[in-house]
C-alpha cells in the first residue's frame, strides 16, 4: 500500500511540475526574487517547511532556476518528505551543473527509502558527469556503505564459519 501511495505522490508532484511550468509562463527571476530570498533565508535557519512554502511560492510566481529545484528538494528532504525530494531532485539534475549534486542527492533519498540498489544506481552515474572533489568523495563514501549493507542483505554471500582441526593424544588407544 506505501508504494502504491509513495507512487501516486510522485505523479502528482512530477505532473505537477510539468504542467505548471507549462501553464504558467516563466517571467523574469529578477522580478520575482523575494519569495525566493525569503525561501532562502528560512533555509539558512533550519527551517524547511517554511522554506518549501516560499520556494513554492516562488515557483508558481514564475522563478525557474536550477537553485531553486535543488533547494526546493533539499527542504524536501529535510523535513522527510522523499517522494516529494526525489521528484524535485530529478529535476534539478536536468542542469549540467547540478546533475553530480543531484544524483548524490536522488542516492540520499533512495537510502531514505531503502532502495538501495537504486541508490547505487545513481552514485554510478556521478563518474559519468563533471563533479566537484567534495561530491566525489561524498559519492565514494556513500557508495562503499551501501555496497556494504547490500553485501549484508544478500543471503548468497553470507558467511559461513567452518572449523577443522587435528591432535595429538599420547593416550589414545589405536
Known amino acids: 500500500m506505501k508504494v502504491k501511495i509513495e507512487g501516486v505522490i510522485l505523479f502528482v508532484c512530477i505532473s505537477f511540475f510539468t504542467l505548471s511550468s507549462l501553464a504558467i509562463p516563466p517571467q523574469d527571476p529578477q522580478q520575482n526574487q523575494t519569495s525566493l530570498l525569503q525561501g532562502n533565508q528560512q533555509f539558512k535557519r533550519g527551517h524547511f517547511q517554511q522554506a518549501v512554502l516560499f520556494y513554492l511560492q516562488a515557483f508558481h510566481e514564475g522563478v525557474r532556476t536550477p537553485q531553486l529545484y535543488h533547494n ?3 527542504s524536501f528532504y529535510k523535513i522527510e518528505r522523499y517522494v516529494e525530494a526525489k521528484a524535485v531532485f530529478l529535476r534539478s539534475a536536468a542542469y549540467p551543473s547540478f546533475q553530480a549534486l543531484s544524483y ?5 533519498v533512495a537510502v531514505k527509502q531503502n532502495e538501495l540498489e537504486q541508490a547505487k544506481l545513481w552514485l554510478l552515474r556521478i563518474k559519468n558527469v563533471q563533479a566537484t572533489p567534495q561530491v566525489q568523495q561524498g559519492a565514494a563514501k556513500l557508495l562503499q556503505r551501501v555496497m556494504r549493507q547490500l553485501e549484508i542483505n ?4 553470507s558467511s559461513y564459519f567452518v572449523f577443522a582441526g587435528s591432535g595429538y593424544a599420547d593416550d589414545a588407544v589405536p
Do not use: Y
Open 154 to 157: 544478500d543471503p548468497h554471500t
Open 104 to 108: 548524490l542527492n536522488l542516492a540520499l
Open 72 to 74: 526546493l528538494a533539499v
